[in-house]
């Protein structure tokens, strides 16, 4: 069974940067959709980057568009989501999730193998 960890996230400055990593075991991560998900205190979870297991191709919510990158390693079976220019409103927990495809990433729909999470908190 598939199982997921990440890890990377803590306390970082606005204006800051972190690298989230996204360790799978039980399973190969290749050919799998990577997605990246955050939820804030008292907010809806937030779909916020995929990479596609296909072809590598990416997508990014408005939110964070032009300040993440999402990127992959198969032979590591790690996903990472590198976070540039942190601001406050970036403080949340961070999942990640493996499912077939991108396209449902923004609700988190046929996304399974939820990992536990990193806190990342931005603030001065």
């Known amino acids: 069974q598939e199982q997921l960890v990440e890890s990377g996230g803590g306390l970082v400055q606005p204006g800051g940067s972190l690298r989230l990593s996204c360790v799978a075991s039980?399973?190969?991560?290749?050919?799998?959709?990577i997605g990246w998900f955050r939820r804030a205190p008292g907010k809806q979870r937030e779909g916020i980057s995929c990479i596609s297991g296909s072809d590598g191709t990416s997508y990014y919510a408005d939110s964070v568009k032009g300040r993440f990158t999402i990127s992959r390693d198969n032979a590591a079976n790690t996903g990472y989501l590198h976070m540039n220019n942190l601001k406050p409103e970036d403080t949340a927990e961070y999942y990640c999730?493996?499912?077939?495809?991108?396209?449902?990433?923004?609700?988190?729909?046929?996304?399974?193998?939820w990992g536990q999470g990193t806190q990342v908190t931005v603030s001065s």
């Open positions: 999730a493996t499912a077939p495809f991108c396209d449902h990433y923004p609700s988190g729909a046929h996304f399974g193998s």
């Open positions: 039980g399973a190969s991560l290749a050919y799998k959709a």
